[in-house]
């Protein structure tokens, strides 16, 4: 039963995806041409390969940072292995149990604590969606110049409360170590108590904070310019500095677990958002998509590299152990 049950969330997940790109061809006037997505030229497909291959040591620096804050370091190959792998599962299969879970799993296995895999894991994530609107905030100048008038204050206020709801967060996830005593016999606290306490030694000591934070706008930066790339050689006026101020908003609507690999919501997203600086419904998605299966292609070696692997569990044997991070004591 609980196995159906997985299964119907995931058929959901792509009847959504297939149910908006559907909405956005048939409903919002898009004429795409599906020529279109061949003139790009080779030489910009490669400069988006090796930007997207320089994204995976920002993400492996990243993840390594919030590693060395928590005390649960691993070898830098290591990092890299476990991150190829995730970025396969999240990617390229639909499944179950996402690439985040194996990463957990997998460093489990490699030598770290159960909490400490857990934990190192869903911070990094953390740091990723709250370094959005500290890019944005840094982009908001040149931002504001493309923009509407009238849209520059809706604009700020946007921003604002994004930056207002990630300090809140972060403050929250800080204080969970400190739990009253009154409720620290209940069930998983324990796990929400280490979990405040890795928060407090990444989010808490400057150099630290710093590290992942850095590694983390450097990596929207760098997602960004892929997509300016990818415009670029289809002859398409966006420019580095929209990228840089509305994609990674875009990313942060992909981490809306209602589709498969943000299929739909990223196209609905990039509209939406670069529809603010003039760039057309029929151009964004094309971009889109060519940002997509750009995703899909250079995930693949992280198959090969799990195919290479020693151990290769179950989605069961992943789901059983992430669970187990989440309700009880960890090894």
């Not at 061809?25 to 930007?51: K, Q």
């Not at 809140?168 to 400190?178: C, D, S, Y």
């Not at 057309?280 to 899909?296: K, R």
């Amino acid at each position: 039963m609980a196995r159906m049950r997985k299964w119907i969330a995931l058929a959901l997940k792509g009847a959504v995806s297939v149910g908006l790109i559907w909405y956005l061809i048939d409903h919002t006037d898009l004429r795409v041409d599906p020529a279109r997505f061949l003139t790009i030229s080779p030489l910009y497909i490669g400069l988006a390969v090796l930007i997207s291959a320089l994204q995976f040591a920002i993400c492996v620096w990243r993840w390594q940072a919030v590693l060395r804050a928590i005390g649960q370091p691993l070898p830098i190959g290591t990092v890299l292995r476990l991150f190829l792998i995730g970025t396969f599962f999240n990617q390229t299969l639909p499944s179950s149990v996402g690439g985040d879970a194996f990463r957990i799993y997998l460093a489990h296995k490699a030598g770290q604590t159960l909490s400490g895999a857990f934990n190192g894991v869903m911070l990094e994530r953390v740091a990723i969606v709250a370094a959005i609107p500290l890019l944005a905030g840094i982009m908001l100048p040149w931002l504001a110049v493309r923009l509407q008038p009238d849209m520059v204050p809706w604009a700020v206020a946007a921003i604002a409360v994004m930056a207002l709801a990630s300090a809140l967060g972060i403050a929250v996830l800080t204080l969970l170590e400190r739990l009253p005593a009154a409720v620290r016999h209940w069930r998983g606290a324990s796990v929400v108590t280490r979990l405040g306490g890795d928060a407090r030694r990444l989010f808490l000591v400057p150099r630290h904070a710093a590290a992942v934070f850095a590694w983390s706008v450097v990596g929207h930066a760098n997602v960004s310019l892929t997509v300016f790339v990818l415009a670029a050689g289809l002859g398409i006026d966006i420019g580095l500095t929209d990228c840089l101020a509305l994609f990674p908003l875009v990313l942060l609507a992909t981490t809306i677990p209602v589709s498969i690999g943000g299929w739909g919501v990223r196209e609905g997203a990039m509209i939406a958002a670069f529809g603010l600086v003039g760039v057309s419904g029929e151009d964004t998605f094309i971009v889109s998509v060519l940002f997509g299966l750009l995703v899909i292609a250079i995930s693949l070696p992280g198959g090969l590299v799990w195919l290479l692997s020693r151990q290769r569990p179950s989605a069961e044997a992943v789901e059983s152990e992430v669970l187990r991070a989440t309700e009880g004591p960890a090894s």
